[in-house]
């Protein structure tokens, strides 16, 4: 009697203890907070002290992407070193994360016990690249001593997260899902418009501008400044540039859903147990927590520009967010997937065995069941992510005499309706040098004002 009673007490702990363990992480609830202080009041500063104060109870595996938001806030308001500092602290974080798990090799089975939410957070694919993508962009505004080499990361880790994707078998050939990524074509434009402004290698800027026409044709500015490259020089002597750059739209974030199991995620799931033990995956068709993508399409198609009463075009998506945050989604989905079912698995097959180890009765077995129900209904899916990206940058690049500029930006909507509030600005232009704008559209109103290069 004294053990039966041991044992049902020991049911009850580990049902509360794996309550506790599933109930960890509410990060799409806090940053919902962030986001519509940011997003929808457009007020950096209240977003950045709700962030403060969850910083301050947060557990250390969300501090990394915190510090993205808080990245995102400082890039918004001007604040560039302070944008680049986290970004780059993050960037290494996230760099030594996912160094340590490759060198693990094979999953350690033991981890299914709990949930994702109780490991180290590295990041998504599109977000490892669009740290080295914003941080180029905070270094070009920050006077643009490292910004080609920043340009140069973006590429360099597109290439290496493709490279290291994982392949499984479809239609009996290897397929490896990361393959499906789009390239982006924001690290050659980089690039291309910082040889240019040197004036020592314009087929180099030729050649990174061939990269952006041929990734996303749909940039027909990228057009026009490959002719330039190829033809004629960045600027005419008396003139410089101005390149202003929007971000445009509310960025992607996460909630949990619930999914049942594909043929693909079994198939993948069978590979991560039969890594890790003799068995193989006995059949589930349980619906199982993952985290679901929430996309915002912007009502805003693109920020027209006014130079000096005079509407000189209108900027243009040269990095989709939603786009790469989609098919990142929709590629690693199975595997996603798969890893909850192994869980799932897991947590089951520990409560047979301990079922089995201590031969207990009908009562004692009820009561672990319960405890089981428990651990797997209060398991959450990973919803961290950074919550303040843009849904699109978009830029445009015009020619101005040297000298003061008065600057109108006003965003629009496909039929060129304008849909919302404009902001106003003075630019110096330089001698055959680049200036740089940004302002940040998440909807009609804008997110503080118009941010100038500090050149």
Partial sequence: MTTTRSICKLAVLLATLFSAI????????????????????????????????????????????LRLNEASLALATGSFKEAKERLISVRDEFDT??????????????????????TSYEGEDYEKVMIRATLAIADLFDGGEDARAYAHQIGAKQDEIVMRGQTFKCDERDKNPKLAYPRVPLAPYLEGLIWEETFVNSNEA???????????????????DLRRARESVHSQPGYGRLYVFAFVGK???????????TQA???????????????????????????????????????????????????????DVNEMAIKQYNAVRDQTLARAIVRRVVKKGTLYVAKEAAQVNDWVSLAMDVGGVIWEATETADTRCWGLLPAKIQVLSVELPVGEHRVALLPEERNGVHAGASLTS????????NTYALVTYPSGDPVGGVVLSNR
Avoid: M
């Avoid at 994360?97 to 016990?113: C, M, P």
């Fill in 265 to 319: 995620a079994l198939f993948i799931a069978d590979r991560i147990v039969s890594a890790t033990n003799k068995y193989s995956l006995p059949p589930t068709l349980a619906p199982v927590p993952i985290p679901e993508l929430v996309i915002h399409e912007p009502r805003i198609a693109t920020i027209g520009v006014e130079i000096d009463g005079e509407r000189l075009g209108g900027t243009e998506t040269i990095a």
């Fill in 22 to 65: 599933g109930c960890v992480s509410q990060y799409s609830q806090r940053l919902a907070d962030v986001r519509r202080d940011f997003y929808d009041y457009g007020d950096p500063e209240l977003a950045k002290s709700e962030i403060a104060k969850w910083q301050k109870r947060a557990p250390e595996r969300e501090q990394g992407v």
């Fill in 97 to 118: 994360i996912e160094s340590a798990r490759l060198q693990k090799g094979a999953e350690n089975v033991l981890q299914f016990w709990t949930d994702d939410n109780l």
């Fill in 251 to 261: 960025g992607p974030s996460k909630i949990q859903g619930t999914a049942e199991a």
């Fill in 206 to 224: 030729a050649r990174c501008y061939e990269k952006v026409t041929k990734w996303r044709p749909q940039f027909k500015q990228g057009g026009v």
């Fill in 426 to 433: 003075t630019v110096t232009i330089n001698a055959n040098r």
